[in-house]
């Protein structure tokens, strides 16, 4: 049985675990509101530029070329860009995003291109000597517009070049503070919206297809932004419940220590009043 220091050392290390996790909890409950926040506001842009693309790509133009981000080839090879958090402690939401890339990589007859954003993603497939053709982190905890930027580009000109012949992204999609669900995603080439009635000629000024072609890298950059945005979100509520689960546990640690440490400082006490009173019997007999 341990003695008496050494559980008065676990109870004192416990608790200071447990001041760290309630401190990292705290931390990630005041990011995991604003990310919250951003993201929610961000759905309805992308859902916008959705419907924007749509009614551009059905206006009738005497251009016979197709937009690159909107030609359809025979898909040979994929390229996929898998978002993660750049810190760990966040419960399985990482490796729940990353088996599920892993099941998509695995199914493609040809070694897909792979594009990730965050360091576990990064870690993850170096350490199984996967090719990573561009790779991104510190993105996650301050998700800027301007750090998708270089990523749309990556994207885009390995589309463009038909180095690749379709995009998907795999990221977590925030749905609540308990539940992130992993999500496959086609973004290139752009899928156009379905019609739904019939569609309304605008006079677009100076045509179409230049407004096209400077609408869809922002459409593509709009896409991947919203899903860094899910990812912040995504990270910071899972680490905000993974450390209240922590701080609960060595909560209940501490507890059954400190039982612990009373029964045996109880059975000790006891000891020594029994060899007290065995002494002063053994006294009392030979007097």
Do not use: C
Request: charged content about 25%.
């Amino acid at each position: 049985m341990a003695s008496l220091r050494d559980i008065r050392r676990r109870i004192r290390s416990v608790r200071n675990i447990s001041q760290i996790t309630r401190a990292m909890q705290m931390v990630a409950a005041s990011r995991m509101r604003r990310a919250q926040l951003r993201v929610l506001a961000a759905r309805p842009y992308s859902e916008a530029a959705r419907v924007m693309l749509g009614e551009l790509a059905q206006q009738r133009t005497d251009s016979p070329a197709v937009h690159p981000l909107l030609r359809v080839r025979p898909e040979r090879k994929t390229a996929y860009v898998v978002f993660t958090s750049d810190r760990g402690l966040s419960g399985p939401l990482n490796s729940n995003v990353l088996r599920r890339a892993t099941e998509e990589v695995l199914a493609r007859p040809v070694e897909p291109e792979l594009i990730t954003v965050g360091r576990k993603g990064q870690d993850f497939f170096t350490r199984r000597g996967r090719h990573l053709a561009a790779t991104f982190i510190g993105m996650t905890d301050r998700a800027e517009y301007d750090h998708i930027i270089p990523v749309a580009r990556v994207v885009i000109d390995a589309y463009a070049s038909e180095a690749v012949d379709a995009v998907e992204v795999i990221y977590p999609k925030f749905v609540s503070t308990l539940v992130q669900q992993p999500q496959v995603v086609r973004l290139l080439p752009v899928q156009r919206p379905e019609e739904h009635g019939t569609p309304v000629d605008f006079i677009i000024e100076p045509n179409p297809d230049e407004v096209l072609a400077a609408l869809l890298p922002r459409y593509v950059e709009t896409q991947l932004y919203l899903y860094l945005l899910e990812t912040a979100a995504s990270a910071h509520s899972a680490q905000m419940v993974a450390m209240r689960n922590a701080t609960d546990n060595a909560q209940e640690l501490v507890q059954g220590l400190t039982l612990t440490y009373n029964k045996a400082r109880q059975a000790a006490i006891t000891k020594e009043i029994t060899e007290i009173a065995g002494a002063a019997e053994a006294l009392a007999q030979a007097g």
